[in-house]
């Protein structure tokens, strides 16, 4: 799980980032980023319900989202709402499976901690185009 929380705490930058570089990526890619990207923007939601993040960081998600649902290519979407809505209520969407980010998170993370560093990548991310 700590390579999971690592990996969303900057999927924005990494993610996003290697679509610049990169050949366009398959269907199957692209719904993977897709899907991680509505359970990060729903993530960043609960980070801000639970008081750790401002609202601006929601705002910032939703751009995050927009990005990757304009990607070029076809690509399923339909799991998009069911992702956001379990990042909503904390649940992280790794290896095909739904686990409480809070719970699996490395002893010497707090889940406030955790949302500022993946604020920050979703942020770093974002401003490498211009969002």
Known sequence: MKATS??????ATVGISSLASAEAPDSATLKGMYDTGRNMSGLI???VDKGYLKADSTENANKMVAFVANMPGKFDKADGDKNESFGRKGDVLADGQYKSLEGNLPPDLSLKQWCEQADQ????GLKQ???
């Open 6 to 11: 690592l990996f969303l705490a900057i999927a």
């Open 129 to 131: 185009f211009g969002l």
């Open 121 to 124: 990548g979703m942020r770093e």
């Open 45 to 47: 939601k609960h980070c």
